[in-house]
C-alpha cells in the first residue's frame, strides 16, 4: 500500500523559508504515469494546488506562487520536497503531499495523500 | 486560469435523502473533473475521477455526471458518514483548480 509522509517544522518567521519533505513508501517514484504534488490548505479554506513534480525531473508550478516556490525530488530516497520562500502569516496552510495520475496512462485525480502538516508562520 | 464554481457553499439534509452538488467551469473541460470528501483534520480522499467514474472502495450510491462546462455530483440515500466538504478539481489545463468546496450537514 502506498503511503506518503511529510515531514518539516511546524513554525516559520515571516521572511524566511518553509521546506518540506514528503517520503514516499510501498511503491516507487519513478513511474511514468504518476505526478508527485503539493497542495496547502489554509485553515477552514479551500485546497490550493502548488505543483507538480515527474519522476524526469520536470516540474510544473502554480503560477500564483512561481516566484516562491522552488520543488525537487529524490528519486533515490524516494522523497520529494517543497521550499516556500519569504512566507508571510497567508502562507500558514496545512500542507499535503499527494500522488496525481496522468490523465494520459488513465484516468486523472490525486488518489494518494500524505496526511498533512501543518505549518504557521509567525514570528 | 480555469474558475470552478460549486453549488451550493453548503447544505444540510437528513438521513436517506438523496443530495446533489453541481460544479461549473469557466471553459469547457471535457471530462477532465474529480470529486473529493474530506472530513475534519483529514486529507481529501478521492471519489470519482474523470466526471463519472466511481473509485475503488466508494459506495455505489455515490454518482457524478456532467461534460464539458457543467458537472454534477449525487449521492443517495444520504448516511451519517457523509457529513464532509466536498471539492471538485479539474486537470483539463495548468494550474490545476478546485471549487471551493460544498460542506454537507446530516441533520
Known amino acids: 500500500q502506498l503511503q506518503l509522509q511529510e515531514s518539516g517544522p511546524g513554525l516559520v518567521k515571516p521572511s524566511e523559508t518553509l521546506s518540506l519533505t514528503c517520503t514516499v513508501s510501498?511503491?516507487?517514484?519513478?513511474?511514468?504515469?504518476?505526478?508527485w504534488s503539493w497542495i496547502r490548505q489554509p485553515p477552514g479554506k479551500g485546497l490550493e494546488w502548488i505543483g507538480d513534480?515527474?519522476?524526469?525531473?520536470?516540474?510544473y508550478y502554480n503560477p500564483s506562487l512561481r516566484s516562491r516556490v522552488t520543488m525537487s525530488m529524490d528519486t533515490s530516497k524516494n522523497q520529494f520536497s517543497l521550499k516556500v520562500n519569504s512566507v508571510t502569516a497567508a502562507d500558514t496552510a496545512v500542507f499535503f503531499c499527494?500522488?496525481?495520475?496522468?490523465?494520459?496512462?488513465?484516468?486523472?485525480?490525486?488518489?494518494?495523500w500524505g496526511q498533512g502538516t501543518l505549518v504557521t508562520v509567525s514570528s | 486560469d480555469i474558475q470552478m464554481t460549486q453549488s451550493p457553499s453548503s447544505l444540510s439534509a437528513s438521513v436517506g435523502d438523496r443530495v446533489t452538488i453541481t460544479c461549473q467551469a469557466t471553459?469547457?473541460?471535457?471530462?477532465?473533473l474529480n470529486w473529493y470528501q474530506q472530513k475534519p483534520g483529514k486529507a481529501p480522499r478521492l471519489l470519482i475521477s474523470?466526471?463519472?467514474n466511481l473509485e475503488p472502495g466508494v459506495p455505489a450510491r455515490i454518482s457524478g455526471s456532467g461534460f464539458g462546462t457543467d458537472f454534477s455530483f449525487t449521492i443517495n440515500s444520504l448516511q451519517p458518514e457523509d457529513a464532509a466538504t466536498y471539492y471538485c478539481?479539474?486537470?483539463?489545463?495548468?494550474?490545476?483548480?478546485f471549487g471551493q468546496g460544498t460542506r454537507l450537514e446530516i441533520k
Open positions: 499527494a500522488r496525481r495520475r496522468r490523465a494520459a496512462a488513465g484516468r486523472g485525480g490525486f488518489d494518494y
Open positions: 510501498g511503491g516507487s517514484m519513478s513511474s511514468n504515469s504518476h505526478y
Open positions: 513534480v515527474f519522476y524526469t525531473a520536470k516540474i
Open positions: 471553459q469547457d473541460i471535457v471530462n477532465s
Open positions: 474523470d466526471a463519472s
Open positions: 478539481q479539474q486537470y483539463d489545463d495548468l494550474p490545476i483548480t
